[in-house]
């Protein structure tokens, strides 16, 4: 996705460039479930309408307390309501790891030992830990088969809601991403703020690239980051991870093989909690990151990163964020990321072609127009390059995401009413997602400005968010 523009000479597509700041760390997870009355014994289902299981149905000392699909093992089959505020299955307990009290502390079978590590009480629909006072919690936001259990702060996210034996039914799985919107981390990164202030609840950071030694590197203060996503989720909402960005210093350049890149890809979800992953590689005037082998070097990692994820029980939501034009759809250069990709066996969910910047001189007043045709290109291309599938299923792994506003082309703006035609295309024809660059820019100012922290039109806060917050897929 781009960088928020800059006046500089001599550029097409001018951008700022990234800042350089350390690392990853996990965002927050919690539990909670309802109260029972009486000792009872059945299933506790949670986020996605999984139960909560042993790892392998063992009985052992220190087996996974995981999410899994729901198959009536004795496995999941859980005592609630013990005088001693103990949930047990298999004649032991549920136990936080070593009497841990710090988040991330992972959630275990253990001997019943009558300790606060093995206590735990009923709160607003979550499961408080006495000995830590968080909650149980499913790392990741996910509902994934194997997805583990930890505690966390208690917040208010369904990863942490659990119906407990003769409750109601378990809420939904919501974190499909419906309508997602780029953050310039580097311009503002409070996505709480952002949030609560009445922008969406679901954002795309960017970015995460790379720098030496093969380290994950983020484009703003790593530390502040992961606590603000923390202070989003406890609100019910969710972030995706995005790698790349306008003139990169892609994390691939940086590693010397593609199992390291796969690692350092893992250690950014794994930080902030999560199996969504954005890749938006684009060619810039320093770094191509669109050239071939650079492209190959990177699918060759996300195949290792997707089938190690899946060998844990987990799925790997992948996206391709991709620049098009109206005219030609995908260039040679972007399609041949999902060429290079099929050809490996790696999977994708999300095909997020950039509906901005085409510098054609014929889209910039009809930039909702331009992008629907754009749209529809890149669905022809994906039927020649995944032959066998309908036009619904093509339609429902494509994305979109303008860039809101004044373009860099000074021609482009992309109005409140190419806004709401876009949403109306993509209601009807169902696609994946939408999103835009960025919600930093979601306000007004005077027409034609360029800038990282507004629109360059008259709008009213949010305007663009409260238009796309409409789809639903």
Same mark, same amino acid.
């Given at each position: 996705?781009?960088?928020?523009?800059?006046?500089?000479? /001599?550029?097409?597509?001018?951008?700022? %460039?990234?800042?350089?700041? &350390?690392?990853?760390?996990?965002?927050?997870?919690?539990?909670?479930?309802?109260?029972?009355?009486?000792?009872?014994?059945?299933?506790?289902?949670?986020? /996605?309408?999984?139960?909560?299981?042993?790892? +392998?149905?063992?009985?052992?000392?220190?087996? %996974?307390?995981?999410?899994?699909?729901?198959?009536?093992?004795?496995?999941?089959?859980?005592?609630?309501?013990?005088? #001693?505020?103990?949930?047990?299955?298999?004649?032991?307990?549920?136990?936080?790891?070593?009497?841990?009290?710090?988040?991330?502390?992972?959630?275990?079978?253990?001997?019943?030992?009558?300790?606060?590590?093995?206590?735990?009480?009923? *709160?607003?629909?979550?499961?408080?830990?006495?000995?830590?006072?968080?909650? !149980?919690?499913?790392?990741?936001?996910?509902?994934?088969? +194997?997805?583990? !259990?930890?505690?966390?702060?208690?917040?208010?996210?369904?990863?942490?809601?659990?119906?407990?034996?003769?409750?109601?039914?378990?809420?939904?799985?919501?974190?499909?991403?419906?309508?997602?919107?780029?953050?310039?981390? =580097?311009? /503002?990164?409070?996505?709480?703020? =952002?949030?609560?202030? $009445? /922008?969406?609840?679901?954002?795309?950071? $960017?970015?995460?690239?790379?720098? +030496?030694?093969?380290?994950?590197?983020?484009? &703003?203060?790593?530390?502040?980051?992961?606590?603000?996503?923390?202070?989003?989720? %406890?609100?019910?909402?969710?972030?995706?991870?995005?790698?790349?960005?306008? #003139?990169?210093?892609?994390?691939?350049?940086?590693? *010397?093989?593609?199992?390291?890149?796969?690692?350092?890809?893992?250690?950014?979800?794994?930080?902030?909690?999560?199996?969504?992953?954005?890749?938006?590689?684009?060619?810039?005037?320093?770094?191509?990151?669109?050239?071939?082998?650079?492209?190959?070097?990177?699918?060759?990692?996300?195949?290792?990163?997707?089938?190690?994820?899946?060998?844990?029980?987990?799925?790997?939501?992948?996206?391709?964020?991709? +620049?098009?034009?109206?005219?030609?759809?995908?260039? $040679?250069?972007?399609?041949?990321?999902?060429?290079?990709?099929?050809?490996?066996?790696? &999977?994708?969910?999300?095909?997020?072609?950039?509906?901005?910047?085409?510098?054609?001189?014929?889209?910039?007043?009809?930039?909702?127009?331009? *992008?629907?045709?754009?749209?529809?290109?890149?669905?022809?291309?994906?039927?020649?390059?995944?032959?066998?599938?309908?036009?619904?299923?093509?339609?429902?792994?494509?994305?979109?995401?303008?860039?809101?506003?004044?373009?860099?082309?000074?021609?482009?703006?992309?109005?409140? %009413?190419?806004?709401?035609?876009?949403?109306?295309?993509?209601?009807?024809?169902?696609?994946?997602?939408?999103?835009?660059?960025?919600?930093?820019?979601?306000?007004?100012?005077?027409?034609?400005?360029?800038?990282?922290?507004?629109?360059?039109?008259?709008?009213?806060?949010?305007?663009?968010?409260?238009?796309?917050?409409?789809?639903?897929?």
């Amino acid at each position: 996705m781009r960088l928020p523009p800059v006046m500089r000479s /001599g550029r097409h597509r001018s951008r700022l %460039a990234l800042a350089a700041v &350390t690392a990853v760390l996990a965002a927050t997870v919690g539990f909670t479930t309802p109260a029972a009355a009486a000792v009872t014994v059945g299933q506790i289902t949670g986020y /996605g309408g999984k139960c909560v299981d042993l790892s +392998g149905g063992s009985a052992a000392n220190g087996t %996974a307390v995981q999410l899994w699909t729901c198959n009536g093992t004795s496995a999941q089959q859980w005592t609630v309501g013990n005088t #001693d505020n103990s949930i047990r299955a298999l004649g032991k307990c549920m136990d936080v790891t070593a009497a841990g009290t710090a988040n991330g502390t992972k959630v275990q079978l253990y001997d019943c030992n009558a300790t606060n590590a093995q206590k735990w009480t009923v *709160s607003g629909g979550r499961l408080v830990n006495t000995g830590s006072g968080r909650c !149980l919690d499913a790392t990741g936001v996910s509902s994934a088969d +194997g997805t583990r !259990l930890q505690i966390w702060d208690c917040g208010t996210g369904a990863n942490q809601q659990w119906i407990l034996p003769g409750g109601t039914q378990p809420p939904p799985t919501t974190t499909t991403f419906p309508f997602a919107p780029y953050i310039a981390t =580097f311009v /503002g990164n409070n996505v709480a703020q =952002f949030a609560a202030n $009445g /922008g969406p609840k679901f954002y795309t950071l $960017g970015f995460v690239n790379g720098t +030496g030694n093969c380290q994950p590197i983020w484009s &703003t203060d790593d530390n502040q980051l992961r606590g603000y996503v923390a202070q989003l989720r %406890a609100a019910g909402g969710d972030v995706i991870v995005s790698s790349g960005g306008w #003139d990169a210093d892609d994390l691939v350049s940086h590693c *010397s093989t593609a199992s390291a890149i796969a690692t350092a890809y893992q250690s950014v979800l794994t930080a902030y909690a999560t199996t969504y992953l954005d890749i938006d590689a684009e060619h810039g005037d320093v770094h191509n990151n669109l050239d071939p082998a650079v492209v190959d070097k990177r699918n060759d990692a996300l195949k290792i990163l997707q089938n190690n994820l899946s060998a844990a029980g987990k799925t790997l939501h992948l996206s391709f964020t991709l +620049g098009v034009s109206p005219a030609g759809g995908l260039s $040679g250069e972007n399609l041949y990321v999902l060429q290079s990709a099929v050809a490996r066996g790696l &999977t994708f969910d999300v095909v997020n072609p950039m509906t901005m910047d085409y510098y054609d001189g014929v889209s910039g007043s009809q930039m909702g127009q331009a *992008s629907i045709n754009a749209l529809k290109k890149v669905e022809g291309q994906l039927k020649t390059l995944l032959p066998g599938r309908t036009d619904a299923q093509l339609w429902a792994m494509i994305a979109a995401t303008p860039m809101i506003g004044q373009n860099d082309d000074p021609s482009e703006r992309f109005t409140l %009413a190419d806004a709401q035609l876009l949403l109306t295309f993509a209601q009807q024809q169902h696609m994946a997602r939408l999103s835009f660059w960025a919600i930093n820019r979601d306000f007004g100012c005077a027409a034609g400005t360029l800038s990282g922290t507004c629109s360059g039109i008259s709008q009213a806060n949010y305007a663009f968010s409260n238009i796309f917050r409409q789809f639903t897929g």
